[in-house]
Structure formats: structure tokens, C-alpha cells
């Protein structure tokens, strides 16, 4: 008997078994009551696979999954990782800035303050000294020294430093 005629005599066979949905036989042909009577012919029919075979397949199957799983898992430890450093780095790099920003503000301000009173004072004498100016900076002068009269007096610890 041929493959063909081998192949079409199960089918038909199947066709029954399909259309009695396996009433006599439950225990048997239960895993196969989803499948469609071609590929319960294929199954039973033509060659059967061999327990190396369905092995391979199983191992193939297993090795597949387990390295979906660890490229998924490595990928998501790499990328939280990464995410991780960049976190730390960010924060390290904005600490170290802030402070190091925070430092060169106060010594600026410390050396500012020092330089521009002194240089208010130098200049505020000198004008007090030279009353021979121009009418807009006389103006000008004379505004600041009113400012500087009255920051003066509202700080006493500015006033104990340029005595």
C-alpha cells in the first residue's frame, strides 16, 4: 500500500472518530480532540516521531525558553543598571557642582564684599574730598551717598569695619 492510499484510509478513519467526537475511545484519543482530522491523520498515519526525536524537540523547546528568559532578564539588569549609575553619577556630578558652585559663591562674595566696601569707601571719601565734579555725577555721587550713609547707619557691624 502506498503513503497516499495509507494517508487517505486514516483520514477517512479519523473523519469518523472526529465526527463521534472519541465517544468510544475518551482515555486514549482525549489529547487530540482539539486537532483537526488532517493533522490526527499526520500523527497517526505517517511515520511516527521517535523518543529522540520528541527529546530533541523538548530540549530545542527548553533551550529557547531559558535563553528568552535570560536575554530578557540580562536586558533588564543591564538597563536597570545603567540607569542605576547614570542616577548616581547625576546626583555625585550635582553634589560635587553644588558644592564646589557653593564654595566659589561664598568666597566671591566674601572677596567682593571686602573689595566693594573698600572700593565704596575709597570712593566716597574721595568725593567728600573733591566736591569739584560734574553735575551728573554729583548727582549720581550724591545719590550714592545717600545710599551709603543709609546703609551704613541700619548696619553697625559695616561701621565697625571702616573705623
Do not use: W
Not at 112 to 118: A, L, V
Amino acid at each position: 500500500m502506498s503513503i497516499l492510499a495509507r494517508f487517505s484510509e486514516g483520514h477517512q478513519a479519523l473523519n469518523m472518530l472526529y465526527r463521534l467526537q472519541f465517544a468510544h475511545f475518551p482515555a486514549k484519543f482525549i489529547k487530540y480532540q482539539h486537532m483537526s482530522p488532517y493533522a490526527l491523520s499526520s500523527l497517526f498515519f505517517l511515520e511516527k516521531p521517535t523518543e529522540k526525536m520528541r527529546r530533541n524537540h523538548d530540549e530545542k523547546r527548553e533551550e529557547t525558553t531559558t535563553k528568552k528568559r535570560e536575554e530578557t532578564t540580562t536586558k533588564k539588569t543591564r538597563r536597570n543598571y545603567k540607569e542605576k549609575m547614570r542616577r548616581n553619577h547625576d546626583e555625585e556630578s550635582t553634589n560635587i557642582f553644588c558644592k564646589k558652585y557653593d564654595l566659589l559663591k561664598a568666597l566671591r562674595k566674601t572677596k567682593e564684599s571686602k573689595s566693594d566696601d573698600e572700593r565704596t569707601h575709597r570712593r566716597i571719601s574721595e568725593l567728600k574730598k573733591n566736591k569739584n565734579l560734574p553735575d551728573e555725577k554729583n548727582k549720581k555721587m550724591a545719590e550714592l551717598l545717600k545710599l551709603y550713609d543709609y546703609f551704613v547707619t541700619s548696619n553697625p557691624q559695616l561701621q565697625r569695619q571702616l573705623q
